[in-house]
């Protein structure tokens, strides 16, 4: 039946169960809009696996599989850049990829900061039906949107672009204490009309806009492939322009005041404790405390926090597995 061997239904049959008792499982352990937005209650070795999850896609052990077979075993490189961050992507990404972390967090800035805002005070299960529906518009529109695209890597490419984008005034908020509300929209905004200014942008078969088409001609070579702008120098172009528009509007904006500014980093700093019951959110919960301060570089508005012993035996675990992968992989190479 389609193509599939008895092994394969089995494998996909076992798969779907599972995701359904997983699914049934958190859904009653779900009391109220943080449990299902900001979940605190399923487990170290839940939270573990979404963690791992979250840093991949589906897609990715599909596509190294998928190469590896076509290219024979350079293939394993295909999506190296995810090698060094979760080194057995390609065993969880089918079980929890970052499809769902997007799903929520859509679901969450749309329940939390638009539709809670205008109809305040209901229920807590009002807002979690809110969430839950949103969440599957969001799933919806991605299968639609995927449908339009004209390839995978079309969609990856995209995929790249706006997360990098995304990814500037979030980074810059974390680790500078500078960083203001008119930066970040500086960041996104002018990140985002870089973006669009060096691309395509075409309804149909019109074009309304050619970047390569107007300026590819007095381009460097280097920067062009088959005599367009290139998608590493255009998001480079991009990137740069968001960040230093970023930084200047930061420097010259109202700072953002320091109580929350210290409740926010108080925030980061606060390990989840079992039992932590959070009534409002951004907030800690009920006799936390909040450790001390420590930070490479002492007074000053960088916020880049000295790695703690945990931290440290982790990366370095986590690198003697890639090691270890590279190693097999090369025995393998050279017979």
Known sequence: MFGLQIADIVVLGLYLLGMAAIGVWSARKIKKSADFFMPRRFGKAMMVMFGFGAGTHSDQAVGVASTSFTNGLSGIWYQWLWLPCTPFYWLIAPVMSSCDAFMIASSALFTENIYRPIWPDRSQRHYITVGRIAAVVVVFGGVVFAFRLP????????????????????????????????????????????????????????????????????????????GGLSLPWQMLFYLGAGLISGIVVSLFTKPVSE????????????????????????????????????????????????????SIIGFLVGWGFVAAIVYVVYTIAIG
């Not at 990814?167 to 680790?175: D, Q, S």
């Not at 959110?281 to 490479?296: D, E, F, H, I, K």
Request: charged content about 15%.
């Open 259 to 310: 109580a929350k500014l210290e409740n926010f980093y108080a925030l980061t700093r606060t390990p989840i404790a079992p039992g932590d019951q959070i009534e409002n959110p951004c907030t800690l919960p009920a006799g936390a405390v909040v450790p001390q301060r420590r930070n490479v570089f002492p007074n000053t508005s960088l916020e880049i926090a000295i790695p703690s012993r945990i």
């Open 151 to 226: 390839g995978v890597v079309a969609g990856l490419e995209i995929f790249w672009k706006i997360s990098a984008m995304m990814g500037l005034a979030f980074w810059l908020g974390l680790f500078w204490r500078r960083m203001t509300v008119g930066g970040a929209w500086a960041t996104t905004l002018i990140g985002f009309f870089v973006m669009l200014f060096t691309s395509e942008i075409a309804f149909g078969e019109y074009v309304l806009w050619d970047f390569s088409g107007h300026f590819a001609k007095d381009l460097p070579g280097f920067m062009l492939l088959e």
